[in-house]
């Protein structure tokens, strides 16, 4: 009988991501920096789907223009950032056949002693689709280019007790700037954000005004993202940039104005609203308006009597 094969390849250590990928053996077993600027990978090598335990951070030079963003509006072509955290599922770009650029292998025990291990789960871009990666301005890619140079040189000739200290203090570096620029994204790619707006409410609109509540419950961030065609993470992040409120933020905005709709303009009982709106408890409902409406939903109903 012949052995089921997996979907996709698993590489508990970087020196099994090397040997996979036909690589050199890394300088150091906890981190690796893969130069690919003069000698791109063999994309045949990197066709199947892998989950990685480590944390991934991948530059590349052709980036700009080849993955859909949006309806493919592009301001960048410097190349971009690509970021994985650990056991994260990696697919290769059916559109992205050239991989010259670096890569960034972190496992998690290099950082283990460091508060960068605690710090580095707030950054969202790690959970982030190959569709919204970073994409560079000429200077942003100097700055991204100059810190992987500086972390290389330590790892190639550097190996000393200070050689963790000044390269965990680069990828913090790298990190920071990493959130600044996808700020500077949010920002430039307004002309699409603005219509991810228009969709966000239309499709809250729709969900609202239709039976699904009743069916499916209160919306989620998921739901939100599948149907926009982002991921949560940076579907919250982008709307938290723009509009200063997270995605679940925005649902509950709409569904409060929804309740005071029902509760002002129909006589269903508290109960009914709020089962209408999706929640199995009334008492869910009750406490969430009135912590956004500063009123319990009958205190709100008598203010119009």
Same mark, same amino acid.
């Given at each position: 009988m012949k052995k089921e094969e997996k979907p996709y390849l698993r590489f508990?250590?970087?020196?099994?991501?090397?040997?996979? $990928?036909?690589?050199?053996?890394?300088?150091? /077993?906890?981190i690796s920096l893969i130069d690919n600027t003069t000698t791109p990978a063999d994309p045949d090598k990197l066709r199947q789907p892998h989950v990685l335990t480590f944390f991934k951070i991948s530059y590349r030079s052709n980036l700009s223009?080849?993955?859909?963003?949006?309806?493919?509006?592009?301001?960048?072509?410097?190349?971009?950032?690509?970021?994985?955290?650990?056991n994260q599922l990696v697919s290769r770009h059916e559109d992205n056949?050239?991989?010259a650029g670096y890569t960034?292998?972190?496992?998690?025990?290099?950082?283990?002693?460091?508060p960068l291990a605690r710090k580095i789960r707030q950054y969202g871009f790690f959970s982030y689709s190959a569709n919204e990666a970073l994409h560079l301005s000429e200077k942003e890619?100097? #700055?991204?280019?100059?810190? $992987?140079?500086?972390?290389?040189?330590?790892?190639?000739?550097?190996?000393?007790? $200070?050689?963790?200290?000044?390269?965990?203090?680069q990828i913090e570096l790298l990190l920071n700037y990493a959130n600044r620029f996808y700020k500077r994204q949010f920002i430039t790619r307004k002309a699409v954000h603005n219509e991810l707006l228009e969709k966000l409410e239309a499709l809250l609109d729709?969900?609202?005004? #239709?039976?699904? /509540?009743? #069916?499916?419950?209160?919306? #989620?961030?998921?739901?939100?993202?599948?149907?926009?065609?982002?991921?949560?993470?940076?579907?919250?992040?982008?709307l938290r940039s723009l509009t200063g409120q997270s995605a679940q933020q925005h649902?509950?905005?709409?569904?409060?104005?929804k309740a005071k709709e029902l509760l002002s303009a129909t006589s269903l009982s508290v109960s009914e609203v709020a089962y209408q709106l999706g929640f199995e408890h009334p008492q869910s409902f009750s406490k969430l308006f009135r912590a956004k409406a500063n009123l319990s939903p009958l205190e709100f109903r008598h203010s119009f009597n």
């Open positions: 508990d250590s970087i020196s099994e991501a090397h040997r996979a $990928f036909g690589l050199p053996q890394p300088q150091h /077993p906890l223009g080849r993955l859909k963003y949006g309806q493919g509006y592009y301001d960048f072509q410097e190349g971009g950032l690509l970021f994985a955290s650990p056949e050239d991989y960034l292998l972190i496992h998690p025990d290099f950082i283990l002693s460091y890619k100097a #700055t991204v280019l100059s810190i $992987f140079r500086i972390i290389e040189e330590e790892l190639n000739s550097r190996i000393d007790d $200070f050689s963790q200290d000044v390269i965990i203090a729709d969900y609202f005004d #239709t039976e699904k /509540p009743l #069916t499916l419950g209160i919306p #989620t961030v998921q739901y939100l993202a599948e149907h926009l065609h982002y991921s949560p993470s940076y579907l919250s992040d982008m649902i509950h905005n709409k569904l409060i104005g």
